[in-house]
């Protein structure tokens, strides 16, 4: 049916690729000559719809979908639009619109550009194969620029800005970096990431989105509370960028038509080192992932006050299970009350008797025989650190010196053989191929010099690995012992000092013997375990 007064609705539309590409195709241009062209031809022009920086492959456009529903509701009978790529790069969605939505509403479409035909079906595939090839280049660029170490985010991680003469580039902001500093030194107090988040919002600590925008004279557009999460501190925690690496490509998109971001494993994130200034040290990122791969989580009492320094770290000997903080009111002969601290095995305080038994310590207890101890330890390594560690590895099994060396000195023999055996295979080939050496021979020496070769390459496989156990272990313990020397004068146990030297505790149950109550501790220290001897060694001296 001819429609006698048209009601113009005209489509605009540019995506960032056409705005790179520099093709003449500007939102203001397209609306330009779409009006122009409705009045010469005497139209009323409806409405201008209009989507800047979306790609046609993306049909949620908030333009697009107001012209639609207009069309619906019958406001418009004509769209005008400068050619049918600005509708949009998939075919088929194309296609089902022009072909099926606009003539069920009494919707005629007219290109500025192109006849309305049945060529349209092959020009929309060839628009859609335009943008397919568009987002593979794309893709491929900021791959090699990752993987070059070239920072692709839209924004700077918080503690860093984009250097001014290079927007690939990271650089210390002196901002924020004292910010994440905390939040890390925070982190090795023991504190969770709510707490940490809590103390920020406290101290009027900007965050991130807010800061990003302040540093742009604008408002935060972004709907938030303007608040620290605990998100956003595990986030900032658990990011490799503050030692200086940039791990890329975490997320992408399903296909160049459905531009919906999903998670990638982690094969496939893009990882380069060193290639900023760090703001965390190595040491101090070692210890935060190690609290969070424990999964610690500390809470406060119920009472409101802070957690005990030992809350995640103790457990039963006999069951395994987690010590539980019991804190009680005692009544004194005096009538008023004192608060009693103690940890009991977690299973026992659920289950009761029937799943173990109490394994119960006082705090108090508990803080005296780990603070003695790691003074102990670290006096001891203080005053003879080489023959404290040289026992520690003979203690943990570990292998001699002069067994690495023996190893490493096979492992050369080995090396030295399998380059000879591939000289050998390689010169047999050549003699083969030359009629040198008969087929038979050459099948026979060919089988003994591979099933060789295999052999040795995999003793020298072995050989690697237990050097590199070794090593790992004298690595081990070598921190260990650079770590707990600082503490030969240890007073006050805090859970930094906790959280940086002990792994877990283990509790055994009280026993009476001489009428005094005993109580086995045994404490796991981090990179080297128990150590329970250590003391008998420095008394051996």
Not at 246 to 257: A, D, H, P
Not at 304 to 309: C, E, F, L, Y
Not at 346 to 360: D, E, F, I, L, M
């Amino acid at each position: 049916m001819a429609i006698t007064e048209r009601r113009v609705g005209a489509y605009a539309r540019l995506s960032l690729e056409d705005s790179r590409a520099g093709e003449s195709v500007s939102i203001e241009n397209q609306k330009f000559m779409l009006t122009k062209h409705a009045k010469e031809m005497g139209w009323k022009l409806v409405e201008i719809y209009a989507d800047d920086g979306f790609s046609g492959t993306n049909q949620n456009r908030p333009g697009l979908q107001r012209m639609l529903h207009d069309i619906k509701q019958g406001h418009i009978n004509t769209l005008l639009v400068k050619d049918l790529s600005r509708l949009g790069r998939n075919y088929l969605e194309v296609g089902n619109l022009a072909e099926v939505t606009l003539p069920e509403y009494g919707c005629e479409l007219i290109s500025l550009n192109e006849k309305i035909d049945d060529m349209m079906f092959i020009r929309n595939w060839f628009n859609e194969q335009h943008s397919k090839e568009t987002s593979k280049k794309v893709r491929a660029v900021r791959k090699i620029f990752a993987e070059n170490g070239k920072h692709m985010g839209t924004v700077a991680p918080y503690g860093y800005r984009k250097n001014p003469d290079n927007k690939y580039q990271l650089v210390i902001d002196e901002n924020t970096t004292p910010i994440v500093r905390q939040i890390f030194g925070l982190r090795l107090q023991g504190k969770s990431y709510r707490a940490i988040a809590l103390h920020l919002n406290d101290s009027g600590v900007m965050t991130p989105s807010d800061y990003t925008y302040e540093g742009k004279d604008g408002s935060n557009p972004q709907k938030t509370n303007h608040c620290w999460s605990g998100t956003a501190i595990k986030r900032i925690l658990l990011n490799e960028v503050y030692i200086g690496n940039l791990v890329q490509g975490k997320k992408g998109t399903i296909s160049y038509k459905n531009q919906r971001l999903v998670e990638k494993d982690e094969s496939e994130w893009i990882r380069v080192t060193d290639t900023h200034e760090p703001i965390i040290s190595m040491e101090i990122w070692e210890r935060v992932q190690d609290l969070h791969n424990k999964k610690y989580k500390p809470r406060n009492k119920s009472n409101g006050k802070p957690p005990s320094v030992f809350t995640g770290l103790c457990y039963c000997a006999d069951c395994g299970f987690k010590l539980k903080n019991d804190n009680r009111c005692e009544p004194k002969k005096d009538g008023t009350y004192y608060e009693r601290a103690s940890f009991l095995c977690g299973n026992y305080a659920r289950s009761g008797k029937g799943a173990c038994t109490a394994h119960v310590i006082g705090e108090p207890a508990l803080i005296e025989i780990i603070t003695t101890q790691i003074r102990t330890h670290a006096q001891l390594v203080k005053c003879d650190e080489k023959r404290i560690v040289a026992e520690i590895l003979r203690q943990q099994n570990a292998e001699s010196l002069s067994t690495q060396r023996a190893y490493q000195s096979e492992l050369k023999a080995h090396q030295k053989r399998i380059a000879k055996l591939n000289t050998f295979i390689e010169k047999l080939y050549e003699d083969r191929v030359n009629g040198i050496v008969p087929e038979d021979f050459f099948r026979r020496q060919i089988e003994k010099y591979e099933q060789e070769r295999i052999e040795r390459v995999q003793t020298a496989e072995t050989l690697e690995k237990k050097i590199s156990e070794i090593k790992l272990k004298s690595d081990n313990v070598g921190t260990w012992a650079k770590q707990i020397k600082r503490y030969t004068e240890l007073e006050t146990l805090d859970s930094e000092t906790l959280l940086l030297l002990v792994d877990k505790i283990v509790v055994g149950e009280a026993q009476k013997i001489d009428g005094k109550r005993v109580c086995d501790v045994r404490v796991f220290y981090n990179y080297v375990g128990n150590i329970s001897e250590i003391a008998e060694i420095g008394g051996a001296a």
